[in-house]
C-alpha cells in the first residue's frame, strides 16, 4: 500500500486527484486505511499530502519529472526511486555540517554523489 499512496502523492503534487492505476480497492476502502495509519500527512481540506513521500517542506528534497516533494529520511530517498521505478533527484544537508548534499537515484543505483564523500548516518 506505501507504494500506491507514494505514487498518489507524487500525482497529487502535480495536481491530480486519482488513486494509482493498478490499485483494486473502492476510494471507501481507502480513506478507511488512510486515516487509520498514523504515517498519513492531511491538509486543512482533508487531503493527503503526505505518506513515505510529502508536500510538505522538510530537509530532503526529492524530484521526479521536474514534480518536488520531500522524504521523511535519508533512506526513503533512497528506495524510492525503485520502489516508483523513476529516476529522483535527490537535494539535502549534511546533519552534522550543514554542507548540501546532492546526488542521482535511478531504479537501481546511485549516481553523481556530491560531495564525494557524501555517507548516509541513521
Not at 35 to 51: F, I, L, R
Not at 90 to 111: D, K, Y
Amino acid at each position: 500500500m506505501r507504494i500506491s499512496l507514494s505514487y498518489c502523492c507524487l500525482n497529487s503534487a502535480r495536481g491530480r486527484r486519482f488513486l494509482p492505476p493498478r490499485s483494486r480497492w473502492p476510494v471507501e476502502r481507502v480513506a478507511v486505511a488512510l486515516k487509520q495509519s498514523v504515517s498519513t500527512e492531511w491538509d486543512d481540506d482533508g487531503n493527503v499530502t503526505g505518506y513515505g513521500l510529502t508536500l510538505r517542506e522538510i530537509a530532503r528534497a526529492f524530484a521526479v519529472g521536474g514534480q518536488r516533494v520531500y522524504t521523511w529520511c535519508a533512506f526513503d530517498a533512497l528506495f524510492f526511486p525503485a520502489l516508483i521505478d523513476r529516476t529522483a533527484n535527490v537535494v539535502s544537508r549534511c546533519a552534522a555540517t550543514g554542507v548540501p548534499v546532492s546526488l542521482t537515484v535511478t531504479p537501481t543505483a546511485i549516481q553523481d554523489v556530491a560531495p564525494m564523500r557524501a555517507a548516509m548516518s541513521g
